[in-house]
Structure formats: structure tokens, C-alpha cells
T-cell receptor, first 110, second 115 residues
Framework: GENVEQHPSTLSVQEGDSAVIKCTYSDSASNYFPWYKQELGKGPQLIIDIRSNVGEKKDQRIAVTLNKTAKHFSLHITETQPEDSAVYFCAACRVSTLTFGKGTMLLVSP | DAGVIQSPRHEVTEMGQEVTLRCKPISGHNSLFWYRQTMMRGLELLIYFNNNVPIDDSGMPEDRFSAKMPNASFSTLKIQPSEPRDSAVYFC?????????????FGPGTRLTVL
């Protein structure tokens, strides 16, 4: 089955800095890659996603890149703010089934 | 839209008791997913339904777990008998696969504690 590795497990940045989270996947048949943000006590919330026919997608301060050849994709958050602090999960989707990475705890200090 | 609704939000029970978790997907969505989240194993897919039919239950840990979807707006996940190792947060998610939309929307989860 699919295996998704996510790094780093924790990331501490100062407000205004950029944050980058990286994921790799194993199954070349995966074709959809969403990113979720999970705040304490809440369910994961979709923040951005990318499909395998696209290399990059941006939405305001958030961007995602995908390298199908290398089977890796990354989340980039610019101008981080304290409210960006949360756990972020990447996922790879194959045949409607999501496989999640283990998550990255992002801490943004004021 | 109210989003995915789960109940109860918290459940504390004793080992051996039956536990039933409930989920109402987003109206119009035809696919429903049950996940379990623990510190050790992260987010794991337990089972998913498409048009009320179970499609993949390979993630269901053992026979103590069962899930049903009697209609398009309601699903249950049952654990009988429950064990302390079942303690976790259980999430339900829904999507509209028939429209080719893979995006899954998650509910707030049920935190289960088995003593």
C-alpha cells in the first residue's frame, strides 16, 4: 500500500518567517495530494490541495509544490503568524483512499 | 452547510462495554470515511462507504469493530466489546466521489476513552 513520510515532526519559527514541510510518497498511482491543518480539539481542515497534473499551486500565503518524478511534495507558508500554529498533515490519495503523513507541529512565536 | 456532524463529542466507558459513534455527512455527499487518530499510529482509515455500500474495510482492526450506513445521511461505528487500546479520537469525513471530488471534509471527532 501507499506510504507517506513527513518531515519535520516539529518546526518552530518566528512570526514573519517562512515555514516549509516536506512529504514523500511511495505509490506512483497516487494522483491527489491535500494538506490539512488540525488545531487542538478539532478535526483536520483542508487548507490547500494539488493534483498530479499540476506542479505548483498558491493561495495567498500558502503554496504547495509537487515533483511526481521524485514522488515528493511540499507545503510552503510565508509570513507566518501566531494563528498558523497547529499540526499540519500531508496526504496522498489513490483510488479515493487517503494515506496521511504523521504530521508536523508548527509553532509560530510572536 | 453545517458540515460533518459527529456525536457524542466525548465518550468515557469501561472495558467490555459497547460503544456506538455516530456521523452525519455533509448533505449531498455520497462517500463517508471513518478514521482513528492516535499519537502512535497517526490518522488511519478504518472503513469507507460509497453510496451507503462499504467499499474498503481493510483498516478495521478486528471483529470487535463494525460500521453501518443505513442511509445517505447517517452512519455508525460500533465497538463491542471495547478495550482500553481502543482509546483514540475517531473522525468521520465525507466527500462527493460520484462528482469526481476527492476532497474529504472532516467532522470534529469523538474522543473515546476506555477505562
Amino acid at each position: 500500500g501507499e506510504n507517506v513520510e513527513q518531515h519535520p515532526s516539529t518546526l518552530s519559527v518566528q512570526e514573519g518567517d517562512s515555514a516549509v514541510i516536506k512529504c514523500t510518497y511511495s505509490d506512483s498511482a497516487s494522483n491527489y495530494f491535500p494538506w490539512y491543518k488540525q488545531e487542538l480539539g478539532k478535526g483536520p481542515q483542508l487548507i490547500i490541495d494539488i493534483r498530479s497534473n499540476v506542479g505548483e499551486k498558491k493561495d495567498q500565503r500558502i503554496a504547495v509544490t509537487l515533483n511526481k518524478t521524485a514522488k515528493h511534495f511540499s507545503l510552503h507558508i510565508t509570513e507566518t503568524q501566531p494563528e498558523d500554529s497547529a499540526v499540519y498533515f500531508c496526504a496522498a490519495c489513490r483510488v479515493s483512499t487517503l494515506t496521511f503523513g504523521k504530521g508536523t507541529m508548527l509553532l509560530v512565536s510572536p | 452547510d453545517a458540515g460533518v456532524i459527529q456525536s457524542p463529542r466525548h465518550e468515557v466507558t469501561e472495558m467490555g462495554q459497547e460503544v456506538t459513534l455516530r456521523c452525519k455527512p455533509i448533505s449531498g455527499h455520497n462517500s463517508l470515511f471513518w478514521y482513528r487518530q492516535t499519537m502512535m499510529r497517526g490518522l488511519e482509515l478504518l472503513i469507507y462507504f460509497n453510496n451507503n455500500v462499504p467499499i474498503d474495510d481493510s483498516g478495521m482492526p478486528e471483529d470487535r469493530f463494525s460500521a453501518k450506513m443505513p442511509n445517505a445521511s447517517f452512519s455508525t461505528l460500533k465497538i463491542q466489546p471495547s478495550e482500553p487500546r481502543d482509546s483514540a479520537v475517531y473522525f468521520c469525513a465525507s466527500s462527493n466521489l460520484d462528482r469526481g471530488e476527492d476532497t474529504q471534509y472532516f467532522g470534529p471527532g469523538t474522543r473515546l476513552t476506555v477505562l
